[in-house]
C-alpha cells in the first residue's frame, strides 16, 4: 500500500527532529567522554603524586634505619600472594560458631576449647598430609572455697572492700593460682615505685617491701613477671591495681599468677588501689590491711597443645610457627587469639596445597605449625613443649632441632596497628646467641611493610607470649602482633591516616583493642583490611626462611654460633 501524501511529510518532519536530537546526544556523549578522560587522568596524576609522597616519607624518614642484611630479598612471594582473606575468615567464623555453641568461650577446660582443637586436627588431618600430633599436658585448677576478704586500717579507721564476681561492681576481684592466707593482724603496706617491673623499683621502696603487702600498678611486664620480683623481695602478699588511665581500666581485672606461684593476691579497682597507695606513701600515716584468701585443692585437669609437621624438609632444622588456641572465659576470644589460631591455620593449608604443585618449590626445612593451649594461664602450652623437648632424644623432636619460632598471637584488633617485635628489647637474660637472628626477623617484617607502603610499629619483645619460652632457650625468634591494651596516641593515627588514605587510620586515645579480655571479643571486633595484611605479613616471612640457602648461617651468624 502506497502511503498517503500528509503521512510523508509528518514522517518526514519527524526523520528531522530524530536526528537533531541524535546530534545532541552524540555531542553530550562526546563531551562525557571527555570530561571523563580528563577525570581519569587526574585521578592517576593524584595517584601518583600521593605514591611519590608516600615514597618520600617512608624513605626520607626510615631509610635510615634499614641496616639489616635482610633488607635484599625479592618482595615477590607466591605464598603471600595465595593467601585468601575469606578462606581466614571462614576458619576464623567456625571459632566464633564453636564459641557460640559452648556459652561463649573457648577457654581451656570447656569444651569450646576441646572443640577447637578437634576442629584444627580434623582439619589438617582431612585436607593436608602433614604429621598432626596433639600432646596433653596438666594443668592445676583453681577455685575459691569462700569469697575472699580484705580491710584497709588507716590511721586506726577500719573500711572494708566489696568482692563480687561482677567486675564492674567490684572493689577487688581474686587473682587465679594465689596461695591461700589468712592476716586477721594489721599487715604494713608499701608502694613499689613505677609498676614494679625492675629491681631498681623495689629497691626505692619506702617501706621497704619484706615482710609487707606490696601495691603493684598495672603494666609494662606481665603479672608473673612483678610476683617473680615480689617473691624475690620477701613480700607478704601482693595487692595488684588497675591504672585508670582510661575509663574502661579502671574496675578490677581477672589476672592470673604462674602454676607454681607462692605468694597470696588481689586486684583491686583503680580508686581503692591509689587510695591505699597514697595512704602508703605517707610515712606519717599508718597503713595496714587485713585478708583472707581461702582456695580448694582440686585435681589438675589436661589441656592440648597440637603439632603438624610439613612430610618434607629437614627435620633437624625446623621453622616453628605457632598460636595459641584458647580465650580467656569471658568471651570467644576471636581477636585474642582465634585471629593467630586461623591464621596458623590458613599458612598451613596454603603451603600444603602449593605443596601439591610441581612450580612450587618445597623448602630444604621442615615446617612445624603449632597451636598451644593454656596461654592465656601463663604460655603453659608453649612453656611444656619447650621443656619437653629438651629432654627428647628423637631427630625432628628435639629443642636442637628448632632454628626460629614465629609466633602469631593477635593479628585482626580492631583498631589495629602493624606492630613487629623488636628484637633489641628482648629480656637482658636471653641467650646472646638469639639476638642476631631475633633482629634479623624484626628487620624482614619490617621491611615488607614499608616495600609494601604499609605504617609499622615496633612492640616489646619482653616474653609476653608463646615466643618467650623458645627465646629464653637461644632460639631465634619474632612475630606480629596488632595492639591490645595499649592506647593509639594520636601521632600514630595520624601516621596511619597519612599513609593509608584519610580515616583508615583508626581513632586515637582509646586502646588498640577495646575489646581485650572481655566479652565483646567477637567476629564483629576484627578490622578485616588490618587483619589481611598482617597474614600476607606472616606467609612473606615464612617462605623467605624456607628459600634461604643455609638459614641456620643466616639466623645464628658465626660470631654467634650455637
Wanted: aromatic share 10%; with cysteine.
Amino acid at each position: 500500500m502506497v502511503p498517503h501524501e500528509s503521512s510523508i511529510v509528518d514522517s518526514g518532519n519527524c526523520i528531522l527532529k530524530t536526528m537533531k536530537d541524535a546530534k545532541l546526544i552524540i555531542t553530550i556523549l562526546g563531551i562525557s567522554i571527555l570530561l571523563g578522560m580528563v577525570v581519569v587522568a587526574l585521578s592517576i596524576a593524584t595517584l601518583v603524586k600521593v605514591n611519590e609522597k608516600s615514597d618520600e616519607y617512608l624513605y626520607n624518614d626510615e631509610k635510615s634505619i634499614i641496616t639489616s642484611k635482610a633488607a635484599q630479598p625479592s618482595f615477590e612471594s607466591t605464598l603471600a600472594a595465595s593467601i585468601r582473606i575469606d578462606e581466614v575468615m571462614i576458619y576464623l567464623n567456625e571459632l566464633q560458631r564453636i564459641a557460640t555453641v559452648s556459652n561463649g568461650t573457648r577457654a581451656v577446660n570447656t569444651h569450646g576449647f576441646n572443640a577447637t582443637l578437634d576442629y584444627i586436627v580434623n582439619y589438617l588431618t582431612v585436607n593436608t598430609n602433614y604429621k598432626v600430633n596433639k600432646n596433653y599436658f596438666d594443668v592445676r585448677n583453681f577455685a575459691l572455697a569462700t569469697n575472699p576478704i580484705l580491710i584497709s586500717s588507716i590511721n586506726g579507721v577500719q573500711k572494708s572492700y566489696n568482692y563480687s564476681t561482677d567486675i564492674s561492681t567490684a572493689d577487688f576481684y581474686h587473682v587465679k593460682f594465689s596461695t591461700s592466707v589468712k592476716f586477721s593482724k594489721n599487715m604494713q603496706l608499701t608502694a613499689i615505685p613505677n609498676v614494679g617491673c625492675t629491681d631498681d623499683d623495689w629497691q626505692k621502696a619506702l617501706p621497704p617491701p619484706e615482710g609487707r603487702v606490696a601495691l603493684l600498678k598495672r603494666g609494662m611486664c606481665s603479672y608473673r613477671d612483678k610476683a617473680k620480683y615480689a617473691t624475690r623481695y620477701k613480700v607478704a602478699a601482693i595487692l595488684f591495681f588497675n591504672d585508670g588511665i582510661l575509663p574502661d581500666r579502671v574496675s578490677p581485672l581477672e589476672v592470673n599468677l604462674a602454676q607454681d606461684n607462692t605468694l597470696p593476691a588481689l586486684f583491686l579497682s583503680f580508686s581503692v588501689g591509689q587510695s591505699l597507695v597514697n595512704a602508703a606513701l605517707d610515712l606519717s600515716t599508718n597503713a595496714n590491711v587485713q585478708l583472707t584468701i581461702d582456695t580448694k585443692d582440686l585435681p589438675n585437669f589436661p589441656v592440648g597443645n597440637i603439632c603438624a609437621d610439613t612430610p618434607t624438609g629437614d627435620p633437624s632444622q625446623t621453622i616453628v610457627i605457632g598460636s595459641h588456641s584458647d580465650s580467656k572465659p569471658v568471651g570467644a576470644g576471636i581477636n585474642d587469639n582465634g585471629s593467630g589460631t586461623a591464621a596458623n591455620l590458613a599458612l598451613a593449608m596454603t603451603l600444603a596445597r602449593l605443596f601439591r604443585s610441581s612450580a612450587y618449590p618445597k623448602y630444604k626445612y621442615r615446617v612445624r605449625f603449632c597451636w598451644w593451649g593454656a596461654e592465656e594461664l601463663g604460655l603453659l602450652g608453649s612453656n611444656f613443649h619447650v621443656k619437653q623437648a629438651k629432654t627428647l632424644n628423637t631427630i625432628g623432636d628435639r629443642l636442637s632441632d628448632y632454628l626460629v619460632n614465629l609466633n602469631y598471637d593477635m593479628l585482626g584488633s580492631s583498631n589495629y596497628m602493624f606492630g613487629i617485635y623488636d628484637g633489641r628489647t628482648a629480656k637482658n637474660d636471653t641467650p646472646p646467641k638469639a639476638l642476631p637472628g631475633s633482629n634479623q626477623v624484626t628487620a624482614l617484617f619490617r621491611d615488607w611493610f614499608i616495600r609494601n607502603k604499609l605504617p609499622w610499629d615496633y612492640t616489646d619483645f619482653s616474653g609476653r607470649s608463646d615466643y618467650a619460652a623458645f627465646l629464653a632457650e637461644g632460639i631465634v625468634a619474632g612475630g606480629l602482633f596488632s595492639g591490645a591494651d595499649d592506647m593509639k596516641t594520636q601521632k600514630q593515627r595520624d601516621r596511619y591516616d597519612k599513609m593509608l588514605g584519610q580515616g583508615l587510620g583508626g581513632i586515637s586515645g582509646i586502646t588498640h583493642d577495646p575489646c581485650y579480655h572481655r566479652a565483646c571479643d567477637s567476629i564483629q571486633n576484627i578490622n578485616l583490611f588490618g587483619y589481611e595484611k598482617m597474614v600476607q605479613a606472616a606467609a612473606y616471612a615464612l617462605e623467605f626462611l624456607g628459600r634461604q640457602d643455609d638459614l641456620k648461617a643466616w639466623l645464628y651468624p658465626a660470631r654467634s654460633t650455637r
